[in-house]
């Protein structure tokens, strides 16, 4: 069993930025890729990065590509997403989700461990 535990969301001005956490539970983080996802309201839940269960490959929506960066730190057990440059339409809640092999995955069927989200409100 894996929990994943996000923060760091928030209301910010637009321009503004935001470090998202995920803290996760378990001793096999490290071999999974990990990623980000977002739900806006009334709107499909929407990849947004992932990353190699390295660290050695990233993978982004084209939308946030040059803005936000996805990283890890496999001896904390903690995956984060920065987002510079933010945007209202980049309101969501966001969500991160362990995926089920090592590899970028994008689609959320390719992940079986979600955390509860974490509001992210941007501001005009």
Same mark, same amino acid.
């Given at each position: 069993q894996v929990q994943l535990v996000e923060s760091g969301g928030g209301l910010v001005q637009a321009g503004g930025s935001l470090r998202l956490s995920c803290a996760a539970s378990g001793r096999t983080f490290s071999r999974y890729a990990m990623g980000w996802f977002r739900q806006a309201p009334g709107k499909e839940r929407e990849f947004v990065?992932?990353?190699a269960w390295s660290g050695g490959t990233t993978t982004y929506v084209e939308s946030v590509k040059g803005r936000f960066t996805i990283s890890? *730190?496999?001896a904390k057990n903690t995956v984060y997403l920065r987002m510079n440059s933010l945007q209202p339409? *980049?309101?969501a809640v966001y969500y991160c989700a362990k995926a089920m092999w090592g590899t970028v995955r994008t689609m959320p069927d390719e992940y *079986?461990?979600?955390?509860q989200g974490t509001q992210v409100t941007v501001s005009s």
């Open positions: 990065a992932a990353i890890r *730190d496999n339409e *980049d309101t *079986d461990y979600w955390g």
